[in-house]
């Protein structure tokens, strides 16, 4: 997997971004799952730790415009070079 940041990272509420959006918070990079803010539901998956995380709506967090490529696990950047 790589994550490309194309841009300057901004800072919003968390219940500003949109599913899908990349953001990073205390240094790890996360994708928003949901617009759930309950205690029964994760709204956020973390990256690093592989888990899925819960925010609530006024946390900070720095958003990153930016491409998520998921690729097969044997893939390598040697395949793609070819």
């Not at 997997?1 to 990079?29: G, T, W």
């Not at 415009?65 to 998921?70: A, F």
Request: proline share 5%.
């Amino acid at each position: 997997m790589q994550i490309k940041d194309f841009s300057k990272p901004i800072m919003l509420p968390h219940n500003q971004l949109a599913p899908s959006a990349i953001f990073k918070f205390n240094d790890r990079v996360f994708i928003k799952v949901s617009e759930a803010y309950t205690d029964d539901f994760s709204n956020s998956y973390d990256l690093s730790k592989k888990q899925l995380v819960q925010f609530s709506p006024d946390t900070e967090v720095e958003y990153v415009r930016g491409t998520l490529i998921l690729h097969r696990g044997d893939w390598s950047e040697d395949n793609e070079r070819q």
